[in-house]
């Protein structure tokens, strides 16, 4: 399973772009690359998606470049509640049957 | 997306004691669910993954004698602490893959988590 490499804090104020990036230099051809937000005493939450290019939902984008060894997540114009863990994970989930390793993730913190 | 609930939310039993957790997913069924456990200002281990109708599957270093899995349903995954110890007292979350309905995909969804506390 492809090893994730992501910044251990972030901070940021309200209203402003937040850009989170994972390095997964390992990732293999069947692996889709998943975000996930974690706020405490909660489970983690799916957040978006993707295996290439750009994905974009409801409240985030995912940039992924051609090759694939990174990932960015984006949170446009954060607000105090999106101050949480994100978790930026990849695996082939055909094949792994869905088990996730999780790394240390990213602590965001949105400040007034 | 799809939902996943456990209960109970929080448990405190005794020294010795075994405490059950359920998982459940609510709108879709799940061949397939995980348990992790999470420390204060950890991230989620991986602990087993739980197969409908068969032996659960353990990670390394996880004993299959203290934590048992029962996956008796296509959408109820159960994870039995036994002879608790305040060693085990941890937040246990659980997910499952929206494998067999078109809208969950191949997403995988977090129950809210419980935490056990062993006195």
């Known amino acids: 399973l492809a090893k994730t490499t992501q910044p251990i804090s972030m901070d940021s104020y309200e209203g402003q772009e937040v850009n989170i990036t994972c390095s997964h230099n390992?990732?293999?051809?069947?692996?889709?690359i998943t975000w996930y937000q974690q706020f405490p005493s909660q489970g983690p939450r799916f957040i978006i998606q993707?295996?290439?290019t750009k994905v974009t939902n409801e409240v985030a984008s995912l940039f992924i470049p051609a090759d694939r060894k990174s990932s960015t997540l984006s949170l446009p114009r954060v607000s105090l509640s999106d101050t949480a863990v994100y978790y930026c994970l990849v695996g082939d989930e055909g094949s792994t049957l869905g088990r996730l390793y999780f790394g240390r993730g990213t602590q965001l913190t949105v400040w007034p | 997306g799809a939902v996943v609930s456990q209960h109970p939310s929080w448990v405190i039993c005794k020294s010795g004691t075994s405490v059950k957790i359920e998982c459940r997913s609510l709108?879709?069924?799940?061949?397939?669910m995980f348990w992790y456990r999470q420390f204060p200002k950890q991230s989620l281990m991986l602990m087993a993954t739980s197969n409908e109708g068969s032996k659960a599957t353990y990670e390394q270093g996880v004993e299959k004698d203290k934590f048992l899995i029962n996956h008796a349903s296509l959408t109820l995954s159960t994870l039995t602490v036994t002879s608790a110890h305040p060693e085990d007292s941890s937040f246990y979350i659980c997910?499952?893959?929206?494998?067999?309905?078109?809208?969950?995909?191949?997403?995988?969804?977090f129950g809210e988590g419980s935490w056990l506390t062993v006195v």
């Open positions: 997910s499952a893959r929206g494998g067999r309905d078109r809208s969950s995909g191949n997403t995988i969804y």
């Open positions: 390992n990732i293999a051809t069947n692996d889709y």
């Open positions: 709108d879709f069924q799940a061949t397939t």
């Open positions: 993707g295996y290439k």
